[in-house]
């Protein structure tokens, strides 16, 4: 008799197993999705590739911790000679106790704003208007780029798009692969959310 329990259980089971899959098969002929595709972020899509290239990543929820994580990562390297592309982010660092000087060829190590990020290439647009004078000839030993989340994008022509009527005198996407392997030591990039 317990036998005969055990078969039923089991034949139950298949029952089960057969109508649940009667109902999959007809959402699938419906053209409805069993399951959803997952959404990719463009901040971890961007995170990933640039990670992936060798890139460094730093995520900021505040401004306050984009300084605090900056002041900490140049003390613990103890960088000296930084420089920054701009007057006015040069102004803006020092005010938050970081000194740089304006670009220097011979500094090691390097700050600069950019013009928006491209999350599926994990590329990095840079324009003259973040103040690297009329072009960039030569990149430092160390690169660190601040950006903003809302400065992520899916593609390079919504990038360019956002440029102003006077067009900027030079545009460069840094891909950090290749800057890496062929120029640039190590690769920093601060990203804060806002």
Known sequence: MARNSEREKIMKLLRDALVDSDRQISIAEKGEE??????????????ENLSSEGGKYFYCESEEQLFSDLKHLISYRKWTNISSFSKNLQSFLRAKGIETSLTDENSKVALSLCQGIVSKTGSI?????????????????????IAMTSQIYASYKQVLALLSETPPEWVLSIRSGKLISEEVKEFYLFLVED
């Open 34 to 47: 069993i399951f959803t595709p997952p959404t990719d972020d463009p901040v971890i899509m961007f995170a």
């Open 125 to 145: 647009i840079i324009t003259s208007t973040q103040g690297a004078g009329t072009h960039l000839t030569n990149f430092p030993q160390i690169m660190i780029i």
